[in-house]
């Protein structure tokens, strides 16, 4: 259980570059909203943390966490730095949770080959609602977070590169 030995939302405040000079796209599917507000909050939070002023982070929401494809394209016409999808896909009675999380996994990783700005893969794709509480400010810590720092990471990469 990786995340079990590593808390979501720890990092070394000192190796993340400023992110003032950076404009974020979040866009948050409204399945299973408690979560995902919840992973909003700690990618937000993070991205401030770390510099981002408020006027630079944009956030779209989606249905689903199947529409999360749709609306980080669209956000790549938005002159953004990086996008973080936020998801949280909780297993059911039947397959339909297998195809909902390689839609969206085969999709995000599609917008990042074919589009310039990075797009960020937090969707969580759980047995069980608790393992998303633990995973959106829980015992684990929060993916928001860690996904914000990868979005200023990547960010950060782009510009130089
Ligand atoms: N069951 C969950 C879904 N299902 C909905 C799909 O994401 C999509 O909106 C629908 O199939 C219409 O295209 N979405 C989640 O984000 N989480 C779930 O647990
Ligand atoms: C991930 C899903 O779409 C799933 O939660 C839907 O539930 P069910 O498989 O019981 O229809």
Redesign the pocket.
């Known amino acids: 259980m990786a995340t079990a030995n590593k808390n979501l939302s720890d990092y070394d405040k000192t190796t993340i570059p400023n992110a003032s000079k950076f404009r974020f796209g979040i866009v948050v599917?409204?399945?299973?909203d408690t979560i995902?507000e919840g992973l909003y909050q700690g990618a937000y939070d993070a991205l401030i943390e770390n510099g981002a002023l408020p006027n630079n982070i944009i956030r779209w929401n989606?249905?689903?966490?199947?529409?999360?494809i749709y609306g980080s394209k669209k956000m790549q016409q938005q002159m953004l730095n990086a996008v973080i999808a936020i998801?949280?896909?909780?297993?059911?009675e039947t397959k339909?949770?297998d195809f909902?999380c390689e839609g969206?996994t085969q999709g995000i990783k599609d917008l990042n080959v074919l589009h310039e700005t990075p797009v960020i893969f937090c969707?969580l794709t759980d047995n069980t609602m608790q393992q998303s509480i633990d995973r959106s400010g829980g015992k684990h810590g929060n993916k928001g977070t860690e996904a914000a720092i990868a979005a200023i990471k990547m960010a950060e990469l782009r510009k130089n590169s």
């Not at 989606?62 to 999360?68: A, I, K, N, T």
């Not at 998801?87 to 059911?92: L, W």
Request: glycine letters at 14%; charged letters at 10%; a negative charge.
């Open positions: 599917s409204e399945w299973n995902t989606v249905p689903g966490s199947f529409e999360l998801g949280c896909v909780i297993q059911g339909h949770f909902v969206v969707v």
